[in-house]
């Protein structure tokens, strides 16, 4: 599988730089020591330094080696400042209001990738996953031809041959209720995610409905985004719409969906809207015995991924090294 250890390899031939936004807990401290004990990554830590030196110091963390910056003391502010108002004059944008904004360690350290101080950033320990996409849409900003940002999440668990089972699921996260043009993005992001832990992609867009089973319109959404992908990837099996049972279930498949390239095979799900992907991935997560990686922020210039305001620090360390795997 195209696991931790390929890109903990590719890290070490080619090391990255991270920004940490919220450098004062003790999840990101924990993380920081064991990333800085392996020698791949370097991370930055965003907060009071005394106050990042005292709790790692208390905790018995060693972070000597990580640069620590705070935004208050930060000796190329102005340049920062500068560049915001830059950035966003358009929208109103005065040097008061970035200075405002940027005193916030989310737009602080997004700024620091724009700036090419760092190649990454990785953060929502302590605050939403709109607070981290916001500053990214404003300051990084979307892929040439993307509209939208989305998220997949990468679940994985031992199988029964000894090997991992892989799976990704998208758009769980961001987009409550995509539309079918954003459905196709959300699945052109999600199997190139997939490919990158070593899945070779079946696609399932997912419905209560198989292939016109029930009549609504969310069902016909799916059947149009289906067709859709299906003409802009011709290389990527894909199928639709699928319940979940005829995507994974190959006697189901049989009967629901027979003669489909991806029933009862499908190991990347697209679903609806964020609701159902949303309790899709906890499902499998909490009862299905996967553990779970992401949300994966998807669409953007460059990699910045959110973490779970309840995550531990094996979490962060995780999630450390897919965000600097997507630099």
């Keep these: 599988m195209y696991g931790f250890g390929t890109m903990i390899d590719q890290l070490r031939a ?98 620091l990738v724009k700036m090419g101080k760092a190649d990454c950033l990785l953060g929502g320990a302590t605050y939403s996953t709109a607070d981290t996409v916001r500053p990214a849409l404003q300051i990084i900003k979307t892929k040439p031809g993307n509209s939208v940002v989305s998220s997949c999440f990468i679940l994985v668990r031992p199988s029964a041959t000894g090997e991992n089972e892989v799976i990704a699921m998208g758009d769980c996260a961001i987009n409550i209720n995509p539309d079918e043009d954003q459905l196709v993005e959300i699945c052109g992001e999600t199997v190139e995610c997939a ?48 319940q979940f049972d005829a995507a994974v279930a190959p006697r189901v498949a049989r009967q629901k969906a027979p003669g489909s390239p991806v029933a009862g095979h499908a190991n990347t799900f697209i679903f609806p809207d964020v609701n159902a992907g949303n309790l899709g991935y906890k499902i499998a997560q909490r009862m299905g015995n996967f553990e779970a990686y992401g949300p994966i922020l998807l669409g953007l210039n460059a990699p910045i991924n959110d973490l779970s305001r309840g995550c531990n620090a094996l979490e962060v360390y995780s999630m450390a090294i897919i965000t600097a795997s997507l630099a």
């Design 195 to 242: 490919r990158r832990f070593g899945v070779d992609p079946k696609v399932a867009f997912l419905s209560f409905s198989t292939k016109g089973s029930a009549k609504d319109p969310t069902v016909t959404k799916m059947q149009n985004a289906t067709a859709k992908a299906q003409a802009k990837y011709p290389d990527v099996p894909i199928d639709g719409e699928l």
């Design 14 to 111: 080619n090391p990255k730089t991270i920004v940490l936004t919220e450098g004062e807990d003790a999840r990101i401290l924990e993380a920081a020591s064991r990333l800085l004990a392996s020698n791949f990554l370097k991370p930055i830590l965003l907060g009071n330094e005394a106050v990042i030196q005292k709790s790692a110091e208390e905790a018995g963390y060693n972070i000597r080696g990580a640069e620590i910056i705070d935004p208050a003391n930060y000796a190329e502010f102005d340049e920062m400042v500068n560049e915001f108002v830059e950035l966003r004059k358009a929208k109103g944008m005065t040097p008061e209001k970035a200075r405002e904004l940027l005193g916030q360690t989310n737009y602080f350290g997004t700024m």
